[in-house]
């Protein structure tokens, strides 16, 4: 899970962009980076570290041009501490190509091979976004080429490289002195979308980001979403191309961006975020209200944040208090996208304080968005407990996460998973709640497709069903030993 942002504007548009990234910083805390093209010129700065502290006056002043791309990184492939795994990414040839991406490819091992063996090029870390734009540059340097390069040879060469990458990848890049290129992986597993702003002088400004908000908040319009395995060619005058790239393309949205990743202000596939949470609420009251007698519950509490949509929805289906029992410290980082187990387990007390006030002597009935590691959800258990809580019984708005993750969230060892292999019994006892409750499989699609006309999700860390088709045991078990931390 990354976030990018891409822009072809009339001014310059480096404050843009870096205003984009703020609003993008949820989605990853490891490193940040810019990149503007004036004209043939590229300017670069990237970062470890959030986007505040990224940027002083001096690299803004140094990002001059119309046309570029921002990133923030969560990193699910190579290293969070090092500095060179920072996006974007840069080749000098064909023409200089930059590039950022959100997702995770699958088929590094082949990609590597053929990169160095056939392709004779070289990189220097050991990111699948450097492998992406070598791939991109090297079908963009197997075209046929006249006297310049037309959005027909850049759409052929997406086209090719379709067939080779296997994963998820949502990309934005810059060609230097023609424009920017944006594409989608054929099953669309990563969001995009697209925006524009028609100016005074009835000229079109154009922008790409991972989320429906970044064009909001900067006055765009939401035109759609690319679609999967569609490419976006906009030169740097602002002339708009498109092609779809991809012989079978289908739409499987990552479920997981709607119970988690994504804010809820924003619209992803044609789908609010929001409306989604709510309806996983409703969803959750109804298996609630199976398990547990609603005169049993004195208040229902969502952990903050991403779980106070479904939250809401929980009490007032079951006709019980909603009350706030965390003090959330907004200055900590996200623990679940934190790197290591132990600063995960730090990082809760920090982030959260429960207001004995809230809890002392209550049945407590705690809404979390999902248990992953279940590191978080025990001690946020404990805290209440020790906040004077009579009983604690924990919820989840998604159901066990039973599998690893492959498609660029950082779940890649199914033995951190703690409902990998579990019974929903031996999982609250570990939690040390008074009572454990998941959502159903069934009822997470429907709460995020109903009314859509969208069919399929990603689904993948809940059912085991990777949407790619090539997932086998081997490749996760050699994920598993090459990134758990």
Same mark, same amino acid.
């Given at each position: 899970?990354?976030?990018?942002?891409?822009?072809?504007?009339?001014?310059?548009?480096?404050?843009?962009?870096?205003?984009?990234?703020?609003?993008?910083?949820?989605?990853?805390?490891?490193?940040?980076?810019?990149?503007?093209?004036?004209?043939?010129?590229?300017?670069?700065?990237?970062?470890?570290?959030?986007?505040?502290?990224?940027?002083?006056?001096?690299?803004?002043?140094?990002?001059?041009?119309?046309?570029?791309?921002?990133?923030?990184?969560?990193?699910?492939?190579?290293?969070?501490?090092?500095?060179?795994?920072?996006?974007?990414?840069?080749?000098?040839?064909?023409?200089?190509?930059?590039?950022?991406?959100?997702?995770?490819?699958?088929?590094?091992?082949?990609?590597?091979?053929?990169?160095?063996?056939?392709?004779?090029?070289?990189?220097?870390?050991?990111?699948?976004?450097?492998?992406?734009?070598?791939?991109?540059?090297?079908?963009?340097?197997?075209?046929?080429?006249?006297?310049?390069?037309?959005?027909?040879?850049?759409?052929?060469?997406?086209?090719?490289?379709?067939?080779?990458?296997?994963?998820?990848?949502?990309?934005?890049?810059?060609?230097?002195?023609?424009?920017?290129?944006?594409?989608?992986?054929?099953?669309?597993?990563?969001?995009?979308?697209?925006?524009?702003?028609?100016?005074?002088?009835?000229?079109?400004?154009?922008?790409?980001?991972?989320?429906?908000?970044?064009?909001?908040?900067?006055?765009?319009?939401?035109?759609?979403?690319?679609?999967?395995?569609?490419?976006?060619?906009?030169?740097?005058?602002?002339?708009?191309?498109?092609?779809?790239?991809?012989?079978?393309?289908?739409?499987?949205?990552?479920?997981?961006?709607?119970?988690?990743?994504?804010?809820?202000?924003?619209?992803?596939?044609?789908?609010?975020?929001?409306?989604?949470?709510?309806?996983?609420?409703?969803?959750?009251?109804? $298996?609630?209200?199976? =398990? #547990?007698?609603?005169?049993? !519950?004195?208040?229902?509490?969502?952990?903050? /944040?991403? @779980?106070?949509?479904?939250?809401?929805?929980?009490?007032?289906?079951?006709?019980?208090?909603?009350?706030?029992?965390?003090?959330?410290?907004?200055?900590?980082?996200?623990?679940?996208?934190?790197?290591?187990?132990?600063?995960?387990?730090?990082?809760?007390?920090?982030?959260?304080?429960?207001?004995?006030?809230?809890?002392?002597?209550?049945?407590?009935?705690?809404?979390?968005?999902?248990?992953?590691?279940?590191?978080?959800?025990?001690?946020?258990?404990?805290?209440?407990?020790?906040?004077?809580?009579?009983?604690?019984?924990?919820?989840?708005?998604?159901?066990?996460?039973?599998?690893?993750?492959?498609?660029?969230?950082?779940?890649?060892?199914?033995?951190?998973?703690?409902?990998?292999? $579990?019974?929903?019994? =031996? #999982?609250?006892?570990?939690? !040390?709640?008074?009572?454990?409750?998941?959502? /159903?499989? @069934?009822?997470?699609?429907?709460?995020?497709?109903?009314?859509?006309?969208?069919?399929?999700?990603?689904?993948?860390?809940?059912?085991?069903?990777?949407?790619?088709?090539?997932?086998?045991?081997?490749?996760?078990?050699?994920?598993?030993?090459?990134?758990?931390?």
């Amino acid at each position: 899970m990354c976030g990018i942002v891409g822009i072809v504007s009339n001014s310059q548009i480096n404050q843009l962009i870096y205003d984009s990234l703020l609003l993008l910083q949820h989605r990853g805390q490891d490193s940040t980076g810019i990149a503007t093209m004036d004209g043939n010129v590229f300017h670069m700065r990237k970062s470890r570290g959030q986007v505040k502290e990224a940027y002083r006056t001096r690299d803004m002043r140094t990002l001059k041009g119309t046309v570029g791309i921002g990133h923030v990184r969560y990193a699910t492939s190579g290293a969070a501490d090092r500095e060179n795994e920072a996006q974007p990414f840069y080749v000098n040839a064909p023409y200089g190509i930059i590039l950022v991406h959100n997702g995770n490819l699958t088929n590094t091992r082949e990609l590597e091979k053929q990169l160095f063996n056939v392709d004779r090029r070289h990189t220097n870390s050991s990111s699948d976004t450097e492998m992406l734009l070598n791939i991109l540059a090297t079908e963009i340097q197997s075209q046929k080429f006249g006297t310049s390069l037309e959005p027909e040879q850049i759409f052929s060469a997406v086209e090719s490289l379709h067939k080779r990458v296997e994963g998820s990848y949502a990309a934005i890049a810059l060609i230097s002195g023609y424009g920017l290129l944006a594409f989608r992986d054929p099953f669309g597993i990563r969001p995009l979308v697209l925006g524009k702003r028609i100016l005074n002088d009835k000229k079109t400004e154009w922008m790409l980001a991972s989320e429906s908000l970044v064009l909001e908040n900067n006055d765009f319009m939401l035109v759609r979403d690319i679609n999967p395995g569609e490419a976006i060619f906009i030169t740097n005058e602002g002339e708009f191309y498109s092609k779809q790239c991809s012989k079978n393309p289908l739409l499987y949205p990552c479920s997981f961006e709607y119970v988690y990743l994504a804010r809820p202000d924003s619209v992803m596939n044609g789908i609010s975020v929001y409306e989604a949470r709510l309806k996983m609420g409703d969803n959750l009251a109804t $298996k609630i209200k199976k =398990q #547990i007698n609603s005169g049993e !519950i004195d208040v229902v509490m969502p952990i903050p /944040d991403s @779980s106070r949509p479904s939250a809401m929805q929980v009490a007032r289906q079951l006709g019980v208090e909603y009350r706030e029992g965390f003090f959330k410290n907004r200055y900590v980082g996200r623990t679940f996208i934190m790197p290591g187990q132990s600063q995960r387990k730090k990082s809760v007390r920090q982030k959260l304080n429960a207001m004995s006030s809230e809890f002392k002597g209550k049945n407590v009935l705690l809404v979390d968005d999902s248990i992953v590691r279940g590191t978080t959800s025990r001690e946020i258990v404990q805290m209440a407990k020790l906040a004077g809580a009579n009983k604690v019984i924990f919820t989840s708005a998604a159901p066990p996460i039973r599998f690893p993750h492959v498609y660029g969230i950082n779940m890649p060892s199914k033995k951190e998973l703690i409902a990998h292999n $579990k019974t929903i019994l =031996q #999982i609250q006892k570990a939690l !040390i709640a008074d009572k454990l409750i998941y959502q /159903d499989i @069934s009822s997470l699609k429907d709460s995020i497709l109903k009314g859509s006309e969208i069919k399929n999700l990603d689904m993948s860390c809940f059912n085991g069903d990777y949407v790619t088709g090539n997932i086998t045991d081997e490749y996760l078990n050699w994920v598993e030993t090459k990134y758990s931390s």
